[in-house]
């Protein structure tokens, strides 16, 4: 053999070592096949659940598994309802951490903000608003007496723009239904969130939409996700993305639109402390800020609700889960996130989906995960 063709040779007897210890010291993927077998059950056995897709994201090697079953495909674009809470909250805390550009402090009165003369606690912040602790009357209440709550229905009409709506809320009184002190009690949803949406596109100049372009869509790479407001229209849904509308008046806690892949961004955002691919969204306390406990009593923080540890263990677990039945997640222990669509667009028995994949599938992912470590 040549010099040179021992030079050569050499460096193939090196490659070829670097790229075994590589593979022997990389932590194999886990074996998900029961994960999709549930889900393929699931969606079986549920009438109202037809089609189901589920995207599971690893902190450092990011997607490590997508399936779909039924009518739903890895490319379906579904309507998320609560799902949307954490992406809203997401550019929210952009703007709150853009000194350069905005002066807006999420713990700040929102009066300071706002130019009308409401009718609410002069006291209420954002951070209040997003962590359903602001005192105006909840969601809830549209269901139980639609007529007291009707006066704060255009956050749930396609018309906009935005701004008229949040000015009708914010000087508008519920008189027939209870409110408290802001930060003294949870009421989750309603007139609070659009009212935070209303407080992004005064401090940030711009509408929501473009802001989410600039602070979350473009960073990330996002293709498909944007907000809409399809409440009133969700059970029309057929899964185009030209189909969504409200633009001008978007829904901020239920009205985004979705695929796996986008999602899936999001929820890497927010297991790298902020960073998504080479851009740095969110400062890794503004992530953890996001999962801070403000509700024990219930456990939310601001869009995350926050999981009651196993006995004797630490909190590790937060979920987004929506009316629709979809659920996002993330485990801050075993560092991974998961979202799993479901379009059970009547509501009726949205919760059917989402405790399930919080009660069944995602025990049976912990599991796959341990085994591979």
């Known amino acids: 053999?040549?010099?040179?063709?021992?030079?050569?040779?050499?460096?193939?007897?090196?490659?070829?070592?670097?790229?075994?210890?590589?593979?022997?010291?990389?932590?194999?993927?886990?074996?998900?096949?029961?994960?999709?077998?549930?889900?393929?059950s699931f969606v079986a056995a549920e009438a109202l659940f037809p089609g189901g897709s589920m995207i599971i994201v690893d902190k450092n090697r990011g997607v490590i598994h997508k399936s779909a079953f039924g009518n739903q495909t890895e490319d379906s674009v579904v309507l998320l309802a609560s799902?949307?809470?954490?992406?809203?909250?997401?550019?929210?805390?952009?703007?709150?951490?853009?000194?350069?550009?905005?002066?807006?402090?999420?713990?700040?009165?929102?009066?300071?903000?706002?130019?009308?003369?409401?009718?609410?606690?002069?006291?209420?912040?954002?951070?209040?608003?997003?962590?359903?602790?602001?005192?105006?009357?909840?969601?809830?209440?549209?269901?139980?007496?639609?007529?007291?709550?009707?006066?704060?229905?255009?956050?749930?009409?396609?018309?906009?723009?935005?701004?008229?709506?949040?000015?009708?809320?914010?000087?508008?009184?519920?008189?027939?239904?209870?409110?408290?002190?802001?930060?003294?009690?949870?009421?989750?949803?309603?007139?609070?969130?659009?009212?935070?949406?209303?407080?992004?596109?005064?401090?940030?100049?711009?509408t929501w939409q473009q802001l989410w372009d600039q602070y979350i869509a473009e960073p990330c790479d996002l293709q498909i996700a944007r907000f809409g407001n399809n409440l009133s229209l969700a059970g029309s849904w057929e899964g185009s993305p030209t189909g969504l509308v409200g633009l001008e008046n978007p829904n901020m806690e239920g009205g985004m639109m979705s695929n796996l892949d986008d999602y899936a961004k999001l929820l890497s955002l927010h297991l790298n402390d902020g960073a998504c691919g080479g851009n740095q969204v969110l400062s890794p306390e503004g992530v953890a800020f996001m999962r801070k406990d403000r509700s024990p009593e219930i456990g939310y923080g601001m869009g995350w609700w926050?999981?009651?540890?196993?006995?004797?263990?630490?909190?590790?677990?937060?979920?987004?889960?929506?009316?629709?039945?979809?659920?996002?997640?993330?485990?801050?222990?075993?560092?991974?996130?998961?979202?799993?669509?479901?379009?059970?667009?009547?509501?009726?028995?949205?919760?059917?989906?989402?405790?399930?994949?919080?009660?069944?599938?995602?025990p049976i992912i912990e599991e796959a995960l341990d085994a591979a470590r």
């Open 83 to 206: 799902t949307s809470k954490v992406p809203t909250v997401t550019l929210l805390m952009a703007l709150h951490e853009d000194d350069s550009n905005v002066s807006f402090d999420i713990s700040a009165p929102i009066a300071d903000y706002l130019p009308w003369l409401g009718v609410w606690d002069p006291a209420i912040t954002t951070e209040d608003l997003v962590s359903n602790r602001s005192g105006i009357p909840g969601l809830l209440n549209i269901f139980s007496r639609p007529d007291d709550y009707s006066p704060h229905i255009c956050q749930f009409l396609t018309a906009g723009p935005l701004l008229a709506c949040v000015e009708t809320l914010f000087t508008t009184p519920l008189p027939n239904l209870p409110s408290t002190q802001p930060n003294t009690a949870f009421d989750y949803g309603g007139s609070q969130w659009q009212l935070a949406g209303g407080v992004a596109e005064l401090v940030g100049g711009a």
């Open 1 to 40: 053999m040549t010099r040179f063709a021992s030079f050569v040779f050499s460096l193939f007897l090196i490659a070829c070592s670097d790229s075994n210890e590589d593979a022997a010291t990389s932590p194999a993927l886990p074996d998900l096949t029961m994960a999709d077998a549930w889900l393929e």
């Open 306 to 362: 926050v999981k009651a540890p196993k006995q004797g263990g630490n909190i590790y677990l937060y979920d987004d889960p929506g009316y629709y039945g979809s659920i996002s997640w993330l485990d801050i222990e075993r560092g991974y996130g998961g979202v799993v669509f479901f379009e059970e667009y009547s509501g009726a028995s949205g919760n059917v989906g989402s405790s399930a994949v919080s009660s069944q599938l995602i």
